[in-house]
Each structure stands twice: as structure tokens, then as C-alpha cells.
């Protein structure tokens, strides 16, 4: 499960700009294979959580109606240039993620 | 092509037993593994509900301080682009609600003292309906809505 993130967080003035895209198929458990009419699983991030300097900046909760292949993206303050920024996502089944970027 | 679904296949399921093994024999209790995911929340099937279930109260408050940024006709609605943009203090979530859905609520984000009052995802919704952004600040739940017209659903089925 490399690299299922990409990132880019941006500071302009006080504020720096999150923007996430995280490659997952975010299935709702509604739709059905329509060859043997079963029930594809649900499978979708639950909890994407961004860290600055060891303190939670953001938590967001998800259930399956976000888009596949989710976009998020967000804002806060107190951040410098080059301060590292910590992104992590888990899903509903265990799987997770994580990324470390620089504040450019 | 068909190898490779077959070896994350395997892997996502050897992952799972993993954990669920660990949260089996105590050694891992859930709310580690997920701090507190309000599963009733993402179950409940009206907006009431759900809110209640998430913040424990479900009166909303209309305000003008919030700005829904969604299309006014989504031709997907696998992927609809919504933003919540806030001018009120002190928020501490921001949730939003595509309130025709199965279930309502898409997803809620907490924010710490050092967010902002901004929130951007794309949500699915099955068909056209209100998108609620519901705002929790001082113990109050401010709230607006923007209608967003469907051509074709995007929950499955």
C-alpha cells in the first residue's frame, strides 16, 4: 500500500493550505457485481488524520459516500516553511497510509 | 492483471485477520485502531439521526457566515466537489450531509483550535437533494444548505 497519497500543503502568510489525494475505491457496499449479482464489500477510509509538531491539526471522518479516490483539503495556522506535515488515512478494514511532506 | 488482484486480494484479507486476531485476544482494543469512528452516525438513515448520534443534538440554526461551493447540477453524482467555508469562531466540526442519501451523513471533520473554518472533499450522492454543511461551535450547530441537482446517482446499484 505505497504511495497512496499524494500531498501538497502550501503557507501563505499564516495560513498553509493542505491539498490530499489518496488513491483508494472507496466501495460503498451497495453496488453488486453484475455478473454474479453479489454484493461487492464495503471498503472506504474511516479516518484521515494531519499531525503538525506532534499536535492533531484535523481529523476527518468518512463514511462510503466520498468519492473514490478522495480529494481533501484544508487550512491552519501557527505552521513555518519546512515544518513537517504528517497525513495518515485507515479503512474499514485495517488498511492505512501515511505521509510526511515539507510546508513549501 | 488478474495475478495482481489476486495477491492484494490475499494481502488485504491476511491484514484483516491479522487485526482482527489482535482485537480478538484484547491485546488491541478498537478504539485503539480507530480512535472513535461515530459508526451510528454514518448508519443512520435521516439527518436527525445522524446528527444526534454525532453531536448529541440535532437542532440546527441557520447562518449566513457559511458557504456551500457545490455545482448546481452535478452530471455524476459519483463525484460531486463540495467545499464549506466558515466565518464563525471557535469551530470544532464541520460535517456535511447529503440529506436524500441512504445514509446522510458523507463525512465530518474536527478541527483544532488552529484550523481554519474550511473543509473541501467530493462526496457521492444517489439523488438530487439539499448538501447541508453543519457547523458545531460553542455547543451550537449552525447551518445551511445548498440544493444540487443529480443526473445520475452515485451510490451504486
Known sequence: ???????????????TTVKALISHIMETGLRKNSKTGETIPAHFIQ?????????TVMTAQWGPAISKNPYLSFRFKGAEKGDTLTLRWVDNKGESDSIETKIA | MTNMKRRTLLKGSLAAGAVGIAVGSGLLAPRTVLAAWPKDAFKATSVDEALNSLVGQSQLEGSDKIEIKAPDIAENGAVVPVSVETTIDGVESISIIAEKNNTPLTSAYILSPR???????????????????????????????KEVKVTIGGCGG
Open chain 1, 1 to 15: 500500500m505505497a504511495n497512496t497519497i499524494k500531498i501538497r500543503a502550501r503557507l501563505s502568510g499564516d495560513t
Open chain 1, 47 to 55: 479516518e484521515v488524520v494531519c499531525e503538525h509538531k506532534g499536535e
Open chain 2, 115 to 145: 484550523a481554519e473554518g474550511f473543509v473541501a472533499t467530493r462526496i457521492k450522492m444517489s439523488e438530487t437533494s439539499s448538501v447541508i454543511a453543519v457547523v458545531k461551535a460553542g455547543g451550537t450547530l449552525h447551518s445551511t444548505g
